[in-house]
Structure formats: structure tokens, C-alpha cells
């Protein structure tokens, strides 16, 4: 540790080494962690109006978390069937989206990383980023004419006849997923670009003249050496897809409700912090959980998601 501190004030000097690690502490500690804490708090206290907090009825309780699992007391169902479902739907969702964009970003990462460069790569890399100069709020208004009745794909597909009625495909969730999807793709492209990058060349053309297929150079070769910035790609699209609530807010259908909707329902419609801290507690921990289980499977370390 004494080695790698001495390397650090070395490259970045005494000054500028002191004023990273003080911002980066100032936002990890005051921005992240305290603000978690917090809420975990919140979510084991009961909805109490503000004359009675930290009062004698200000206790640690489980009510809030109970209530995602079997609901209100009194209900005639023995448990909370639309959160729950809402929840599982969402997790769902957000795996789908990360295998949408695994799949279609790998070979985008694989092409800008193993290209000689030039001027053809700069524009490349150009254009993908270009799109992401807008807001995202503003992105998934444009996706939801894009999509909708009266939209550019609707028209396309009537203009030449091949359907009879635009398709709705806000209801159908297409345009949800799409814009989940394409709101993350450089969260994708840029990790594994980063590593595919790095790999010799030479290794790919041994394989080659060894005889060795493509899709077997890809799972023997390249697969396993970008696997961290697969992991890194795919744990940021999970999280945030999970986390989404502009696209779902703006893309979703009248039955695609997501979980941080029910968080945010709590918090600015109900004025239930308290509910609303215990709703994001569970889903933060159940997508931290899925993800250490995913790299445990996959044999993927955390520093490996860090280079």
C-alpha cells in the first residue's frame, strides 16, 4: 500500500494527489455513503408526522418491509402481489436489457478495438457519443415518437403496407426496452473497447492460421480476455436499468409499472419516506446481491470490473 501511495504522489504530485483524494472522499462519503445510511435508517422507522419524530413512538420497526411482502394489514390477499410482481418484472427487465445491449454492443466494441485507427475510427467513436450530448429526458421523448402511433416506424411500416394499423408499440413495451437499451450502450461499448483494445493481434492471427473458426477464436480467445470489461459493462446496465425511472416514467405502457416508480410513489406522491426508503433498500441489496452472485458464477473478480 506504502508503494502504491508513493507511485500516486509521484505521478500526480503532493498537491494534485491530496485534492483527488479529498473530492473523491468528499463524494463517496458525503454523497454515497452517508446518504445510504440515512435511508436505511428511514426505512426501519414508521411514517410519523414531524411533530412526533424521535419521539416515544419513534421506534425501529420491520412494518415497512413487511409491507412489500404480505401488503396491508386487513387485505384479502396473503401477500403483496403487485409490488412483489413489480419488483420480479423489473429484475427481469433489467437482465433482458443487459443481454440486449451485451449482444449488441460486443461486436461494435470488438470492431473499434481490434481497427488499425485513422480517421474512420474518430468518427466512429464520434457518432456514438454525439447522441449522448442530449438530455436524457429529451432522448426518451424522441424514442416515444419514434415509436409512437403516429411515429416514424408506425408510418414506415404503413407506407409500404405491412400492416393495416400502426402498432402499439408503447403498450407492447418495445419502445420501453429500446430506450432502456440504447440509454446505456456506451456504459457497454467503451468497457469492453477499453480491454479488446489491448489484446495482440498476433494471437487472433496464430488462431486463424491454425485453422481456428471465428466463433471459436471469439470464445477461446477473445471472450475470456475481455471478460472484465464485459463484467464492468454488464454490472452498469443491470444496475441502472434496475435504478431507471425516466424511460419507465415516459416509455412505459399503462401495465409496465417499475419498481422505482413504486419508490418514487412513496416518496413525492404518498409522503411516505419511510415506505419509499425501505422499497429502494430492497431493491438496491437484491441488485448488489445478483451481481456478486453473477460474477461468483463467472469466476469474476472486483478488481477485474476496476481496471
Same mark, same amino acid.
Given at each position: 500500500?506504502?508503494?502504491?501511495?508513493?507511485?500516486?504522489?509521484?505521478?500526480?504530485?503532493?498537491?494534485?494527489?491530496?485534492?483527488?483524494?479529498?473530492?473523491?472522499?468528499?463524494?463517496?462519503?458525503?454523497?454515497?455513503?452517508?446518504?445510504?445510511?440515512?435511508?436505511?435508517?428511514?426505512?426501519?422507522?414508521?411514517?410519523?408526522?414531524?411533530?412526533?419524530?424521535?419521539?416515544?413512538?419513534?421506534?425501529?420497526?420491520?412494518?415497512?418491509?413487511?409491507?412489500?411482502?404480505?401488503?396491508?394489514?386487513?387485505?384479502?390477499?396473503?401477500?403483496?402481489?403487485?409490488?412483489?410482481?413489480?419488483?420480479?418484472?423489473?429484475?427481469?427487465?433489467?437482465?433482458?436489457?443487459?443481454?440486449?445491449?451485451?449482444?449488441?454492443?460486443?461486436?461494435?466494441?470488438?470492431?473499434?478495438?481490434?481497427?488499425?485507427?485513422?480517421?474512420?475510427?474518430?468518427?466512429?467513436?464520434?457518432?456514438?457519443?454525439?447522441?449522448?450530448?442530449?438530455?436524457?429526458?429529451?432522448?426518451?421523448?424522441?424514442?416515444?415518437?419514434?415509436?409512437?402511433?403516429?411515429?416514424?416506424?408506425?408510418?414506415?411500416?404503413?407506407?409500404?403496407?405491412?400492416?393495416?394499423?400502426?402498432?402499439?408499440?408503447?403498450? $407492447?413495451?418495445?419502445? *420501453?426496452? #429500446? =430506450?432502456?437499451?440504447? +440509454?446505456?450502450?456506451? !456504459?457497454?461499448?467503451?468497457?469492453?473497447?477499453?480491454?479488446?483494445?489491448?489484446?495482440?493481434?498476433?494471437?487472433?492471427?496464430?488462431?486463424?492460421?491454425?485453422?481456428?473458426?471465428?466463433?471459436?477464436?471469439?470464445?477461446?480467445?477473445?471472450?475470456?480476455?475481455?471478460?472484465?470489461?464485459?463484467?464492468?459493462?454488464?454490472? $452498469?446496465?443491470?444496475? *441502472?436499468? #434496475? =435504478?431507471?425511472?425516466? +424511460?419507465?416514467?415516459? !416509455?412505459?405502457?399503462?401495465?409496465?409499472?417499475?419498481?422505482?416508480?413504486?419508490?418514487?410513489?412513496?416518496?413525492?406522491?404518498?409522503?411516505?419516506?419511510?415506505?419509499?426508503?425501505?422499497?429502494?433498500?430492497?431493491?438496491?441489496?437484491?441488485?448488489?446481491?445478483?451481481?456478486?452472485?453473477?460474477?461468483?458464477?463467472?469466476?469474476?473478480?472486483?478488481?477485474?470490473?476496476?481496471?
Amino acid at each position: 500500500m506504502n508503494g502504491f501511495m508513493k507511485d500516486y504522489f509521484r505521478t500526480n504530485g503532493l498537491a494534485m494527489g491530496w485534492t483527488l483524494i479529498l473530492l473523491v472522499g468528499f463524494w463517496v462519503v458525503f454523497l454515497i455513503i452517508l446518504p445510504q445510511i440515512a435511508m436505511l435508517d428511514f426505512s426501519f422507522r414508521p411514517n410519523l408526522p414531524p411533530p412526533e419524530m424521535g419521539g416515544p413512538k419513534d421506534i425501529h420497526t420491520l412494518d415497512n418491509y413487511k409491507y412489500l411482502i404480505y401488503g396491508a394489514q386487513g387485505s384479502e390477499s396473503t401477500y403483496n402481489i403487485v409490488d412483489l410482481s413489480v419488483f420480479v418484472r423489473t429484475l427481469i427487465a433489467a437482465v433482458f436489457v443487459t443481454i440486449f445491449d451485451l449482444v449488441l454492443c460486443y461486436p461494435i466494441a470488438y470492431y473499434l478495438g481490434q481497427s488499425k485507427g485513422g480517421g474512420t475510427l474518430r468518427v466512429l467513436v464520434l457518432l456514438l457519443i454525439i447522441p449522448y450530448w442530449i438530455n436524457e429526458i429529451l432522448r426518451a421523448f424522441a424514442f416515444k415518437i419514434i415509436f409512437g402511433d403516429s411515429g416514424v416506424i408506425n408510418e414506415v411500416l404503413m407506407f409500404f403496407h405491412l400492416v393495416d394499423s400502426p402498432i402499439d408499440f408503447i403498450k $407492447m413495451n418495445v419502445a *420501453l426496452y #429500446a =430506450g432502456l437499451g440504447y +440509454a446505456y450502450i456506451l !456504459l457497454m461499448i467503451f468497457p469492453m473497447y477499453n480491454v479488446i483494445e489491448s489484446l495482440d493481434r498476433n494471437q487472433i492471427e496464430a488462431a486463424r492460421d491454425m485453422g481456428a473458426s471465428w466463433a471459436m477464436i471469439h470464445r477461446r480467445i477473445v471472450i475470456p480476455f475481455a471478460k472484465p470489461g464485459i463484467s464492468s459493462g454488464c454490472t $452498469m446496465v443491470f444496475m *441502472l436499468s #434496475a =435504478g431507471a425511472l425516466a +424511460a419507465p416514467q415516459i !416509455l412505459g405502457g399503462p401495465s409496465s409499472l417499475w419498481f422505482t416508480q413504486r419508490v418514487y410513489q412513496w416518496f413525492n406522491m404518498n409522503g411516505n419516506w419511510t415506505q419509499g426508503s425501505a422499497y429502494a433498500i430492497v431493491l438496491l441489496v437484491t441488485c448488489i446481491i445478483i451481481v456478486l452472485s453473477v460474477m461468483k458464477l463467472f469466476k469474476v473478480n472486483m478488481g477485474d470490473i476496476g481496471k
